[in-house]
């Protein structure tokens, strides 16, 4: 199965603040990684696929990038509804899987 | 618009079995696939298998081969997913989402969740 792992897990940021997610895969998938983003009690919300396609409707302070084995997303500049938790999803090979997920709190 | 919609909380016994629908609307149901994926709290999320709503082919993740079983009704466009010999680790949230058939397509949209909880 390929792991999909994640940093950091946790990040405390402020508003305005540029932040950086990592998802390193364990092998290669091309491009077929997707990233989510989770609120509390909610589904999973799809933000960019393909690595760096941004889902209609998803704002553009969104971004993503990579290929191979390393990705990032990047929020340019935090609003207070980014916070929230973002997991990067494989889905290259199956079983699909998902990263362990990033926890974004408001500094 | 697009929307799945599935059935409500269960609370089950350890070696029961749970089924759980996932009624969709807004799209060609049998154009697309249904996933099935699981939250424990503070988990993460575990994929769990997909049927094709098109030729009704499912695909299980070898962790649930045997315990899982997702079949689809076209006249009702819903999917569904049965679980069986639940034990206290099966205690999650289950989301259902839609997924294209072809190419690397993500999960676009997801149920609201349903809460299964195990417990003698």
């Known amino acids: 199965d390929i792991q999909l792992t994640q940093s950091p897990s946790f990040l405390s940021a402020s508003v305005g603040d540029r932040v950086t997610i990592t998802c390193r895969a364990s092998q290669g998938i091309s491009s077929y990684l997707a990233w989510y983003q989770q609120k509390p009690g909610k589904a999973p919300k799809l933000l960019i696929y393909v690595a760096s396609t941004l889902q209609s409707g998803v704002p553009s302070r969104f971004s993503g990038s990579g290929s191979g084995t390393e990705f990032t997303l990047t929020i340019s500049s935090l609003q207070p509804e980014d916070f929230a938790t973002y997991y990067c999803?494989?889905?290259?090979?199956?079983?699909?899987?998902f990263g362990g997920g990033t926890k974004v709190e408001i500094k | 618009q697009v929307q799945l919609v599935q059935s409500g909380a269960e609370v089950k016994k350890p070696g029961a079995s749970v089924k759980i629908s996932c009624k969709t609307s807004?799209?060609?149901?049998?154009?697309?696939?249904i996933h099935w994926v699981r939250q424990a709290p503070g988990q993460s999320l575990e994929w769990m298998g997909w049927?094709?709503?098109?030729?009704?082919?499912?695909k299980y993740s070898q962790k649930f081969q045997g315990r899982v079983t997702i079949t689809r009704d076209t006249s009702a466009s819903t999917a569904y997913m049965d679980l069986s010999s639940l034990r206290s680790e099966d205690t999650a949230v289950y989301y259902c989402?839609?997924?294209?058939?072809?190419?690397?397509?993500?999960?676009?949209?997801w149920g609201q969740g349903t809460l299964v909880t195990v417990s003698s």
């Open positions: 989402a839609r997924r294209g058939l072809f190419g690397e397509a993500p999960f676009d949209y």
């Open positions: 807004g799209y060609t149901f049998t154009s697309y696939a």
């Open positions: 049927i094709n709503a098109g030729n009704g082919v499912s």
């Open positions: 999803q494989q889905l290259n090979y199956y079983p699909l899987t």
